[in-house]
């Protein structure tokens, strides 16, 4: 009757560990090449790191019936980790080493019913502004014929990290 899932991640401390020795961009580079361990949510949800340019990142899923909540659907919270996981990398991708972000807030707009019958989506992230203390960024949650299924606007906080002492 039951069902089960099995997965593993990686240290999440060494990805930790080397946020803002680089840039933004070089950091998500390295996890999306593998250089670095991904979050160990991306395992938790089975979503990947495809893209990621200046201003830009691309994150995607296929859904499963593990993504459902009580109805028969996909959760709204893998749709907001989805989007959050979008517009907060587009963010990091700006920064200059010695810079980190954290996420003020995001606020979603859940437009159509994904299941694990939709196939695969992709949660794409982009800069509307970054000034030397916040950013704001959009993400666009979208299907394989690029009709859309959520979005998302997130504000986040940018703030020194200092040198790494390992």
């Given at each position: 009757?039951?069902?089960?899932?099995?997965?593993?991640?990686?240290?999440?401390?060494?990805?930790?560990?080397?946020?803002?020795?680089?840039?933004?961009?070089?950091?998500?580079?390295?996890?999306?090449?593998?250089?670095?361990?991904?979050?160990?949510?991306?395992?938790?949800?089975?979503?990947?790191?495809?893209?990621?340019?200046?201003?830009?990142?691309?994150?995607?899923?296929?859904?499963?019936?593990?993504?459902?909540?009580?109805?028969?659907?996909?959760?709204?919270?893998?749709?907001?980790t989805?989007?959050?996981?979008?517009?907060?990398?587009?963010?990091?991708?700006?920064?200059?080493?010695?810079?980190?972000y954290?996420?003020?807030?995001?606020?979603?707009?859940?437009?159509?019913?994904?299941?694990?019958?939709?196939?695969?989506v992709?949660?794409?992230?982009?800069?509307?502004?970054?000034?030397?203390?916040?950013?704001?960024?959009?993400?666009?949650?979208?299907?394989?014929?690029?009709?859309?299924?959520?979005?998302?606007?997130?504000?986040?906080?940018?703030?020194?990290?200092?040198?790494?002492?390992?």
């Amino acid at each position: 009757m039951g069902r089960s899932r099995t997965y593993e991640w990686g240290d999440p401390s060494i990805t930790a560990g080397a946020v803002g020795q680089a840039s933004g961009l070089e950091f998500l580079r390295e996890v999306r090449s593998g250089k670095l361990p991904a979050a160990p949510i991306a395992a938790t949800l089975d979503f990947t790191l495809d893209e990621v340019d200046e201003g830009r990142a691309v994150f995607s899923i296929t859904p499963g019936e593990e993504h459902y909540n009580p109805i028969g659907s996909v959760h709204g919270g893998v749709y907001a980790t989805l989007l959050d996981s979008a517009a907060g990398c587009a963010v990091q991708s700006t920064l200059p080493p010695g810079t980190g972000y954290t996420s003020l807030d995001l606020s979603v707009k859940f437009l159509k019913r994904i299941t694990a019958d939709t196939g695969r989506v992709r949660a794409i992230g982009t800069v509307v502004s970054r000034g030397r203390q916040t950013a704001l960024a959009e993400a666009r949650l979208v299907d394989e014929n690029d009709r859309l299924l959520a979005h998302a606007t997130s504000s986040c906080m940018l703030f020194p990290v200092p040198p790494s002492t390992a």
